[in-house]
């Protein structure tokens, strides 16, 4: 058995800025991660990170304002108003642990702009933000007194009497289980991508935090909020970033018009990013689209500055859609990028649970409510992350560790066991496949009442299969087969808080766009849906939003 | 169109415990990629093949394998660009200079550790400033260059020196060095320096190229080790045979305006050093028994001082 006073699920920002925070404040900490740190799917953030600096002349309450109305009112405004004041010092610390920002032409760091905000203010290394913060990260981590255990998979959660006393995990190398004792637990576990088909996101965002901590009760919130992203490519769904459109990039249809001239006419490309996905969905849906796509036209910018910051995504156009993005456009449509709900937290990362954190992609403080601002994830991450580290750190001091011992593991090494000796069924793959398909089908920028249905009797099929699944791999060492099996049970109910949050919310709000309830309704619905998992059953929820100075109104781009 | 993937397989687990050739034939699309039909393959065919991947768009840096024999990113390989009507054959193998640890997982502890070992942190004496290092925008594009190294391993897989001696840092360990000494806010690279300058470490390459062939995102190792050399020297570090060698060597030349051969390694070593030039006395007894010992005398080229006004010019050395 293992000892820690916190354990943290996750290497990605989130939970490398958590561990660190922790660390610092006197703890003894200990990150748990299924891939190598640096292989998180954070390193595949493009575009960048917001802060709005003083000494810029941008202020605080506009990045604010701006989320908030990104939200579609949905956020909850204390939350967003942490996170805009904390930003700058985030972004500012990451400078002095050595991230290569771009800069302006006096040296200080340069700024460019993203979707759904009116100033520019989005701090970016090239276009590969995401993995020059986590390498940078990573490198303060190897540097602190955290123990990493990488790749080990996290199982459960030990719970007792309603708190969070750990973690049961397994060494992939050795395939054991153990038992981790901690006081406290991150979760810190990144978003819940592959539940759809496709995605932006990489194989390893299955929510296995999400549906952990809904499995221990703790409410799970905002979920039917999913995030499409205007630019991805239709043959694998990688990412096209915002950046581009940020750098000046325009959107046209199949006859060439510049469209979201009659859906933004403000802010055009650079509106929020429901309103463009919805904007591009319809063009397709109403015939201008060109093979199901549109197309992203950033010719005009030209080769220098291409190269200079837009080189990685000029070579995945080339990559993955055969187009050079300096002398053709590429075509793209919208595709799912981003779970604004997860695990109920306040601004300090508590759950509802004792003992128990959530912070990053994986958590709903919420600051993101309905629809997330491009560059405000990674540093939701961070500033989240830290304040959840350093709270947690405070936290145990005043706590004595459970009785908590190797029994613990019992219960998923016998559910492993199972798993291993079944031998006829299917594997995970098609099963996997299918679910992804109905949530992109059902759950995607348009939704109606049949098609979330269909969703949800289609899971219940789908989960009779996986109760029959079985894993080819009998073998313990290093077995991905059972990984991937484990997972995707993860998923399943990650999906089922998607469905159940969506087919509740009855009217349109942000990325929840109902074709059978168009328009917003605060009276009815200014509020959370929460879901949580009582005695094995889903139970739902309602949260008031916290509206501290921003009144709802219309929301035009 | 159908492709035969030939996979080198390995399974830790099994009786007798080796290796072996499996050969899957599948169909894929024409944009697929290898990792596309890996992924198929345990997806749909067979569960037990075992690899490292995730965001299938080379930023992760999983799933570097060797594919035909060259270390690559499979997941921006493309099938189509590896086979043709005569061969549809596709060979795939765990990443080199690491230990398997199944089929195609390999052991990344020794290049962590190596990457440890150069100590992967900014130093400053100093406390940061309020706001941020003021910085050119160029020096960051150029620290951002090496930054975007991802860890894959290809370059560590195909270096040529890691495969004789395990000891060397490695190209990545050493990119990964240049990404501190090249930072302007680090404070600490005369120790950098000091510490590369021991053996396994910048003298140790031998310029294959083969690092800078295989690398997906452009890095340049060997380009940024010999950098590292340059700045070693700048900074007086000469103590070494490979500081001695570059001196000499340009020494000579720039007097000669050729380079001689035999002088070469008596003088990085020093006439006197009689154990080196022991070490030296069978490579120079076999090069004269196959008559390739280069002369002892030799003339300067007509039009020498020329070179030696190039050198003056350039002011190299
Ligand atoms: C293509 C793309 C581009 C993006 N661009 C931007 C951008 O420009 N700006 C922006 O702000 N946001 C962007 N985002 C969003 C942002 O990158 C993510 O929301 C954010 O990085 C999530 O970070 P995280 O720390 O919460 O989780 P992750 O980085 O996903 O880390 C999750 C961690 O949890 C671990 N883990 C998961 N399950 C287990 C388990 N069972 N056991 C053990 N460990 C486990 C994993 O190993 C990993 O270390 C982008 C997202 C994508 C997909």
Redesign the interface.
Known sequence: MFDFDVIVMGAGLAGMRAALAASQNGSKVAVITK??P????S??AQGGINAALT?RGDNWEDHAFDTIKGSDYLADQDAVEVMAKEAGSEV?NM????A???????????VRAFGGQREARTFF??D?TG??LL?VLH??V??SGVKVFEEWFVTSLIMQEGRCNGVVAMDM?TGELHVMRAKAVIIASGGVGRVFEPSTN???CTGDGIALGYRAGAGIMDMEMVQYHPTTLK??G??MSEAARGEGAHLLNSEGERFMERYAPNMMELASRDVVSRSEQTEINEGRGIDGCVLLDARHLGEKLIN?RLS?IR??GI??A?KDMVTDPVPIRPGMHYIMGGIKTDIDGQTSIPGLYGAGETACVSVHGGNRLGANSLLDTLVFGRRSGEHASEWVKNQTSASVDDSYSKTDREAIQNLLNRDKGE????I?LNLGQTMNKHLAVYRDQNGMEQAKSDLIELKNRYSNVI???K???????LIFTLELGFMLDCAETIILGALERKESRGAHTRTDMPDRDDKNWLKHIVVSQINGEPKVDYVPVNITKWQPQERKY | MDVDLNIARFNPDAEGKSPYRQEFNIEVNETDTVLDGLIKIREEVDGTLALRCSCRSAICGSCAMRVNGQAVLACNTKITDLVSNKNKSINVEPIGNMKIIKDLIVEFDTHWEKIKAIDPWIKTDSSPPEAEYIASNESMVELAGVMGCIQCGACVSDCTVLAVDETFLGPAALAKAYRFIADPRDEANSQRLKDLNEPSGIWDCTRCMQCVEVCPKGVDPMGRIMKLRDFAMEAGFKNTNGARHAEVFSEIIRNNGVLNEFWLPVKTFGMFNIPEMLKLAPIGLKMVMRGKMPPIFYEKIPGYKNITKLFEKTKVL
């Open positions: 891939v190598y640096v292989r998180s799917h390193n595949a000494d500012i400078e002095h642990m050595g290569a920002f771009n800069r302006d032409d006096q040296g200080r760091l340069g290394v090239a590969f993995q020059a390498h490198e303060q190897l540097n190398r990489a194989l390893i043959n694998n990688a990412l200079e990685q070579q995945l990559d993955f055969g594997m995970f793959g098609q996997r894993v080819h791999d073998n313990l060492i290093f077995n991905t087969n």
